[in-house]
């Protein structure tokens, strides 16, 4: 894997998520042709509102990757049936998720065990990715976090981190990861363009990390997002780059906003050439 040095290399090729709304389709016209787009899962839309939009994903062009949140899948016949349409329609990735529902709809109750799943039913796609917290999670030890990815690394093929503001945070757990024999390659989610009052409250809701210590550690993020306006991603891709950390690209999270992040990019793209 190389070296992420450059701002610009940093810039190539990114991955945009994108949630399975109402009009989500039309927006992701604006995407760059050919895009890799991830399709988020929630349990009050259902898995197959996440797969529906990756098959018309798909049909557009796009490399579509819906991520497969194992706590919504209600038992294997439902998963092979989803990844039967999937491969069908030509998808050759899924990001495989515990998921947000509170209970397990079947006998999945975590990504290990779908993963494994996907393997017992022969129907693993050719490439599957997990995520990973360098922030922590909001109801899981560190200790577990660790143990987790370590195992899952035989399952997948790279690890996409959650929303997290902090460069330095970001390249000291792609260190940690291959100090503690972690090979997955690390992409760095990055937030896009969007509204910050919106993606302050996004980042609350999914723990990013508890209120006291992020605005303690993440004082000029948090400082600009209580002041509103747009958050942008520069500073934190900036200092991705700069970093010289071992990174294998960047995720952004449009929340939906997607034009102005593709637009972001453009300009990004323009100053680092």
């Known amino acids: 894997m190389d070296h992420v040095t450059t701002l610009a290399t940093l810039l190539a090729a990114p991955r945009f998520e994108v949630a399975p709304t109402a009009g989500v389709l039309d927006a992701a016209a604006d995407l760059p042709a050919g895009a890799t787009v991830t399709v988020t899962a929630a349990p009050s839309r259902g898995l197959a509102a996440t797969v529906d939009t ?25 998963l092979a049936g989803h990844l039967d349409r999937l491969a069908a329609a030509g998808v050759r990735e899924v990001f495989v998720v515990g998921g947000d529902a509170r209970e397990p ?7 290990l065990a779908l993963l494994r799943a996907m393997e017992d039913l022969d129907r693993r796609p050719p490439r599957v990715g ?28 790279y690890t996409v981190t959650q929303l997290c503001f902090d460069a330095d945070l970001v390249c000291r757990f792609a260190g940690e990861a291959r100090a503690r024999g972690i090979d ?26 508890d209120a006291v210590r992020f605005a303690r550690s993440h004082r000029a993020t948090a400082g600009a997002l209580l002041r509103g306006g747009r958050h942008t991603p520069d500073e934190l891709v900036g200092g ?34």
């Open 130 to 157: 997990v995520p990973s917290y360098p922030d922590g999670h909001h109801r899981i030890a560190d200790d577990v976090l660790w143990a987790d990815l370590r195992v899952k690394q035989f399952h997948a093929d």
């Open 240 to 273: 991705l780059a700069a970093s010289g950390c071992e990174l294998a690209g960047l995720h952004l999270f449009t929340f939906n906003q997607i034009e102005p992040t593709v637009r972001w990019l453009s300009q990004a793209r323009r100053t680092a050439a």
């Open 54 to 78: 990756a098959v018309a994903l798909a049909a557009r062009g796009f490399a579509a990757v819906p991520h497969l949140a194992a706590r919504s899948v209600r038992d294997r016949g439902e």
């Open 105 to 111: 709809a079947g006998d999945l109750p975590d990504g």
């Open 184 to 209: 997955l390659p690390v992409i760095a989610g990055v937030p896009g363009v969007v509204d910050a009052a919106r993606l302050l409250r996004l980042s609350v809701r999914i723990g990013v990390a």
